[in-house]
């Protein structure tokens, strides 16, 4: 039996095994199943969010530590390389009613591993204006410092984004 940090109950779990980060990547926990029990279904969610964060940790930090040493050697201009909007969602009774906040995995020489959270208007407007790298790289956080959700849901984007961005320096 494992016991969870946050508010969840504990919940029965297979043990941590390179299957079980597979199984976690390719789930979606935001998919409720219809008629499912509901605390069941709630417990999934919650041990799934804490696994894929606590599996998404370890190779986070490496990742991060790369390229903060990758910084200083002087390899990389700064950038950021998008990747694709995970998390949907509205803002809550202390946001604005009209619109809601996206979630983009993203990759930064400034700091590795990020996300970027938009107003789903800003993030349309960046979008036409062609400007949405540069708006994203002024609003991209640390994944490391994103609650264990935004963790768990955008680490399994960012290994393609480290392949793109060495993609990007041609060392001859």
């Not at 906040?101 to 789903?120: D, I, P, R, Y």
């Not at 849901?153 to 990007?168: A, E, F, N, R, T």
Request: glycine share 6%; with cysteine; aromatic share 6%.
């Amino acid at each position: 039996m494992q016991t969870n940090r946050s508010r969840c109950r504990p919940v029965k779990s297979a043990p941590t095994t390179p299957q079980t980060y597979q199984l976690v990547q390719e789930s979606n926990p935001m998919n409720l199943i219809p008629n499912a029990d509901t605390e069941m279904v709630l417990a999934q969610l919650c041990h799934t969010l804490q696994l894929g964060s606590q599996l998404a940790d370890a190779p986070m930090r490496t990742v991060d530590g790369y390229f903060a040493q990758l910084r200083k050697l002087g390899i990389f201009h700064r950038s950021i390389v998008l990747g694709p909007v995970i998390v949907s969602r509205a803002y809550g009774v202390d946001g604005p009613g009209d619109s809601g906040e996206l979630v983009q995995a993203a990759l930064t020489t400034n700091f590795g591993a990020a996300a970027v959270f938009w107003n789903s208007e800003d993030y349309s407007y960046a979008r036409e204006a062609g400007t949405s790298e540069s708006d994203a790289f002024a609003a991209a956080r640390p994944l490391r410092d994103c609650v264990p959700a935004i963790r768990a849901v955008l680490w399994p984007h960012i290994p393609p984004l480290v392949v793109v961005l060495l993609g990007q320096v041609d060392i001859s």
